[in-house]
């Protein structure tokens, strides 16, 4: 009865992994990505074109440079889905300046059937006064019990063009040398976003993006951020392969922000994150 309960807990892993990534490779199940952000689940997955402290490096490393702050960032999806097997801590660190910035992002995902943990170390610097480029390494590794684990790392490698005073575009290209998961079977596919941002008015910011990976369809994203009041922030959100709808609020005060966001898959239902930081100026008191 034990072995039944651990297949069927297994079983489910993979079926909602199978329904949110479909047709992508091993690679993709990883804990460490943008979505470890409140802020990006809320807008449609979207934020390369953002800085965004704590999770600069895994959701843009180029956003570390040129927004003058340190942050430290923790948050926590409780499950996936209904699916505490897939529940995940994250814990980000950032610190920029003018024109350089660097970041470092450790996560733990999963239960002991099916677990992975990681980190990234990110670098960025500004090559003019409205260009940064930011270069990250990722490693994790992914275990299952009582069948050994698999490591794995890779490169990203961002851009980010401030187009204005209003615009922004960003762009991230993952794993570009397509390092292998498992040596002479399998390799990680490379991965693109690219987004903007842009902001309409004061108090109202719209950001729409693309994801491009080989061998499945593009994934089209986009929301918006709405400040109803000094300090807090509403967002909404959207994109495709799967269909999801999102929304997150943000409240902040004396520089701490607490911020949580819920996504909706077409089949699967709702999912939450939940994170708590604290952002402070590099050179001043906090915000």
């Known amino acids: 009865m034990h072995n039944i309960g651990i297949f069927r807990r297994c079983g489910n892993t993979l079926c909602v992994l199978a329904l949110i990534c479909p047709g992508r490779s091993t690679a993709q199940f990883l804990a460490l990505d943008e979505r470890l952000s409140a802020e990006v689940c809320a807008l449609g997955g979207c934020g390369a074109s953002m800085r965004i402290p704590g999770w600069g490096p895994a959701v843009n490393p180029a956003g570390l440079s040129d927004s003058v702050h340190l942050g430290i960032v923790a948050g926590?999806?409780?499950?996936?889905?209904?699916?505490?097997?897939?529940?995940r801590f994250g814990l980000g660190v950032t610190w920029s300046g003018r024109t350089v910035g660097s970041g470092l992002v450790a996560v733990s995902e999963g239960s002991p059937l099916f677990h992975v943990e990681g980190g990234m170390l990110a670098g960025a610097a500004s090559v003019t006064e409205s260009v940064a480029i930011g270069v990250g390494v990722c490693g994790e590794q992914m275990s299952f019990q009582r069948y050994g684990s698999v490591r794995y790392w890779a490169l990203t490698v961002g851009l980010l063009v401030d187009a204005g005073d209003l615009l922004t575009i960003g762009t991230v290209v993952e794993n570009p040398t397509r390092n292998w998961i498992v040596r002479g079977l399998e390799r990680a596919p490379s991965r693109v976003r690219s987004d903007m941002s842009f902001q309409a008015a004061e108090h109202f910011l719209a950001v729409v993006g693309v994801g491009l990976e080989e061998h499945t369809p593009p994934t089209v994203g986009g929301g918006a951020a709405y400040s109803i009041v000094d300090g807090v922030k509403v967002r909404l959100?959207?994109?495709?392969?799967?269909?999801?709808?999102?929304?997150?609020?943000?409240?902040?005060?004396?520089?701490?922000?607490?911020?949580?966001?819920?996504?909706?898959?077409?089949?699967?239902?709702?999912?939450?994150q939940i994170e708590i930081g604290f952002i402070m100026p590099a050179g001043g008191d906090s915000e």
């Open 76 to 87: 926590v999806r409780p499950a996936l889905f209904g699916l505490s097997e897939l529940r």
């Open 237 to 272: 959100g959207l994109t495709t392969d799967p269909d999801v709808f999102s929304a997150g609020i943000d409240v902040g005060m004396n520089g701490i922000v607490v911020g949580a966001a819920a996504w909706m898959h077409a089949d699967l239902g709702w999912s939450e």
